[in-house]
């Protein structure tokens, strides 16, 4: 194998791309390979990025409309230009592409386009638009293909009228009326977008609360905030229908445990349901290589599927479906490959929900403590108590700190409240080096900062806070 490269990894998104620059940092010859046109994946290119620059847009107009004159500033009634607000977010997705083409030209990454296949390991061939063949040969692969968008059965996407996060950030007008099935973290950052700019917007969640899977002291506070932004929620439904033959759409919604079924109508349905890993067209099959129950990439803790040379990161293989992780076992792998002890600490992996006010939140819950049987005691402190908060006219939410009852080791943090996506990192600094409460609380934090919320919440977990 002379002539292979030392890496190949099929897929660029932010896994796929870390995992080929830090590899090249490494001294070794990699290639990569990508269907689409553009690099960056589904984050870059029609997720996270795009996403982001809708909902600071978005918010942006809602506080011109709504904020402003609470403050002094008087201004008309702002003018919403929907397809300059979509201007902005391809411009922002064109610049993050281009920036890692670039650094694949900087670090002399060698980039073929095409769908990436795997026959055999050691060899993979990419199948261009035009169907033309070439086959590569390689000391090892990862593959890092990412996920697509989980649907219901019987329900069709068109990307027009029933789309996913695709489609929803394509809208070429303000629906009247937006149903979203699901009340996770894409819904309720998409649904707040279309409210914002007009929209009314329902969420049908199956189980009985939003944000599955967050500290549920946050998901029940978090909803009392969006309902009061205007979005309307029905839990414990189910959508088990859509009728499409008229002008608007006729969605059926049941309970989740069976009953009646009601009808309403939309403009738009997002389906928003989750993600499903995407490993269509790999020919794994052909090589051998093991899946789960849920069509997961099956890998030994170190990335290594059932077959040598052949590794795997990213929402293809078990954990959450974050840009952050992947990017972390992208770094991971490449260093192992290299002979280095790469290793990613999955108990502080931050999450963050980009409505407004934000969610954030990294270790555990206290509902996964309590089921584990852990003593634990929390702290708790309300951003309405927060001098910075109170300027900013930021009031809504608060800081929780979860700390071991015994060690005082904090086991989890989570923060509803503006700029929680930022503030939530010092927790997870903290918790990497397995700091305490106290440890937290008696560090110095600038004033006035939002982020003196958070050594209150830590102080409070020894029931000291100051300003409550």
Not at 30 to 35: D, L, Q, S
Not at 142 to 163: F, H, N, Q, Y
Not at 296 to 310: E, L
Request: hydrophobic share 40%; net charge negative.
């Amino acid at each position: 194998m002379a002539d292979a490269y030392d890496l190949i990894v099929i897929g660029t998104g932010p896994g796929g791309y870390v995992c080929a620059i830090r590899a090249a940092q490494l001294g070794m010859r990699v290639a990569v390979v990508e269907k689409w046109e553009t690099f960056g994946g589904t984050c870059l290119n029609i997720g996270c990025i795009p996403s982001k620059a809708m909902l600071h847009a978005s918010d942006l107009f809602d506080e011109a409309g709504h904020a402003f004159s609470s403050m002094g500033i008087k201004v008309g009634e702002p003018e919403l230009d929907l397809a300059g607000m979509m201007g902005h977010k391809d411009e922002t997705v064109e610049a993050n592409v281009k920036g890692v083409a670039f650094l694949f030209k900087k670090n002399k990454i060698d980039t073929y386009h095409g769908t990436g296949s795997v026959p055999a390991a050691g060899s993979v061939v990419v199948t261009a638009a035009d169907g033309t063949t070439t086959d590569l040969k390689t000391r090892n692969i990862v593959i890092a293909t990412g996920s697509d968008s989980a649907t219901l059965p019987g329900i069709e996407v068109d990307e027009k009228r029933i789309v996913t996060s695709t489609g929803a950030l394509e809208l070429e007008s303000v629906p009247e009326k937006l149903l979203v099935i699901g009340a996770g973290v894409i819904g309720l950052e998409l649904g707040s977008v279309w409210n914002r700019l007009g929209s009314d917007v329902l969420v049908v969640e199956f189980l009985d609360r939003i944000l599955p899977g967050m500290d549920a002291d946050v998901g029940k506070n978090f909803q009392r905030m969006l309902k009061k932004q205007g979005l309307e929620f029905k839990l414990s439904s189910k959508v088990t229908g859509i009728d499409t033959s008229k002008k608007r759409l006729s969605v059926s919604v049941e309970p989740a445990a069976g009953g009646e079924a009601e009808t309403i109508e939309a403009d738009i349905v997002l389906v928003s349901i989750g993600r499903k890993p995407f490993t269509e067209g790999l020919g794994l099959d052909q090589a051998g290589v093991e899946l789960d129950e849920r069509g997961r990439i099956r890998t030994d803790g170190h990335f290594k599927t059932n077959v040598d040379g052949i590794y795997a990161i990213g929402d293809v293989i078990d954990g959450p479906m974050l840009a952050h992780k992947a990017e972390d076992e992208g770094v991971a792998i490449a260093e192992i490959l290299a002979g280095q002890a790469g290793h990613v600490n999955y108990g502080v992996i931050p999450n963050v929900v980009y409505t407004m006010p934000e969610v954030a939140s990294v270790g555990q819950t206290e509902e996964e403590l309590k089921a584990a049987g852990v003593d634990y005691r929390a702290g708790k402190f309300p951003f309405s108590a927060n001098g910075r908060a109170r300027a900013m006219r930021q009031t809504d939410g608060f800081v929780k700190v979860l700390a071991d009852a015994a060690t005082d080791r904090v086991l989890g943090v989570h923060i509803v409240g503006f700029g929680a996506g930022d503030m939530i990192h010092e927790a997870a600094v903290l918790m990497e080096f397995g700091g305490s409460a106290e440890d937290l609380g008696r560090t110095c934090h600038a004033h006035p900062t939002m982020s003196e919320a958070v050594k209150e919440a830590a102080l409070a977990v020894d029931k000291r806070p100051i300003h409550i």
